[in-house]
């Protein structure tokens, strides 16, 4: 069955960090890009970040650059995404999806989602 599975989300304090995980099943995490995505309460769903299936290179939104890093384990096939000196505004519902292109560059998100978890930023 292939699908994607976030956990990890939270209630955090503002400076705080939290690690998201998705984990991923019936394929690699080398086979797909993968990206995490956001939405706020009242907005639309917004990239993120994303690591790409060819070079493991990543890419951020200027939002959480500096703030945010996205990586992957091939052993646990999961993709992390660590989120460091987190704002109010970083809360929402955060997803991650797969894309069969090789790089981020090309990705639609065409292919899965996961069902997503909550980051709450709040004091």
């Known amino acids: 069955q292939l699908q ?3 956990s990890g989300g939270g209630l955090v304090q503002p400076g705080g960090s939290l690690r998201l995980s998705c984990a991923v099943s019936g394929f690699t995490v080398e086979d797909r890009t993968i990206g995490w995505f956001r ?3 009242g907005k639309e769903r917004e990239w993120v970040s994303c690591i790409s299936s060819i070079g ?3 890419d951020f939104a200027d939002s959480v650059v500096g703030r945010f890093t996205i990586s992957r384990d091939s052993a ?3 993709v992390y995404l660590q989120m460091n000196s987190l704002k109010p505004e970083d809360t929402g519902v955060y997803y ?3 894309d069969r292109a090789d790089y981020c560059v090309g990705a639609a998100w065409n292919d899965y989602w996961g069902q997503g978890t909550q ?3 709040s004091s």
């Open 76 to 78: 646990k096939n999961t």
């Open 39 to 41: 939405q706020a309460p």
């Open 96 to 98: 991650c999806a797969s």
């Open 119 to 121: 980051v709450t930023v």
């Open 56 to 58: 493991i290179i990543t």
């Open 4 to 6: 994607l599975v976030e």
